[in-house]
């Protein structure tokens, strides 16, 4: 029962099925996303009409900003930034109505509110944890491959959850709820042993034991804990 739309979705499952390094397959499509809309910023969508009236009006977040200036298409940047930099001209002189400064204090709030790629990849992150929720329900093949998944991090877990309570009836959602568990529980006591054990291979009497899978657990922790979501 594969769609176009849940391509990108099984593509994620099977891969953490297959290879526990991949880690949470919602980080994956997260990033992935996010590689699709830099690359598409800064290429196709850089000189259409519809797309510069949005980059104009929201700007990019400091992160993505700083993903867009690695990327090395300079020339991309800078006719993005010269066009968004002459309408913030007349957007941030202070006049008309209100206290002196107050509109450019709006307008640059609003900025530093806003980022085109950011609100991009939420809009389409939110549809692609919404067909996990869907896979899941509907196609018996993609149970196993949720099943599989060697972890979701804290903050995706929380959209699963959120996800099954909006589409699922209550009998569905306590079956679902309880596969996700079963994975986050797992991988929540996994990583607590290898966090001590990290801990312990610093006093002297563990010298000579092995680190056995601890020593990137704090990395693990951290991506766990707050996802691992971001282009490197």
């Keep these: 029962m594969e769609q176009i739309y849940t391509i990108p979705v099984n593509e994620a499952f099977e891969a953490g099925m297959e290879n526990r390094e991949c880690g ?13 809309e830099l690359d598409l910023i800064l290429g ?3 000189m259409e009409p519809d797309v510069r009236i949005k980059t104009n009006e929201e700007g990019f977040c ?3 900003y700083d993903q867009m200036f690695v990327r090395k298409n300079r020339l991309g940047m800078a006719l993005t930034l010269e066009s968004h930099l002459k309408e913030l001209a007349g957007d941030i002189k202070s006049g008309g109505l209100g206290a002196p400064g107050a509109k450019p204090m709006k307008r640059i709030s609003a900025l530093e509110a ?8 939420a809009f389409n992150f939110e549809h692609m944890v919404e067909t996990v929720v869907y896979l899941w329900d509907a196609d018996p093949d993609f149970v196993p491959k949720l099943k599989a998944q060697p972890y979701f991090c804290l903050p995706h877990y929380r959209h699963l959850l959120q996800y099954g309570q909006k589409r699922l009836s ?3 959602l306590s079956a679902f709820v309880d596969d996700c568990e079963r994975i986050v529980m797992n991988y929540l006591s996994e990583l607590t042993d290898d966090v001590s054990w990290f801990c312990k291979k610093f006093d002297y009497r563990y010298d000579e034991e092995p680190w056995y899978n601890s020593k990137d657990s704090v990395e693990r922790a951290i991506k766990f804990l707050r996802s691992d979501i971001h282009v490197k």
Excluded: F, Q, T
């Design 170 to 172: 209550k009998k569905k």
């Design 114 to 121: 806003d980022c085109y790629v950011c609100r991009r990849i």
């Design 62 to 64: 400091r992160l993505h």
């Design 44 to 46: 196709a969508s850089m």
């Design 24 to 36: 949470c397959p919602l980080c994956a499509l997260y990033r992935k996303l996010e590689e699709n």
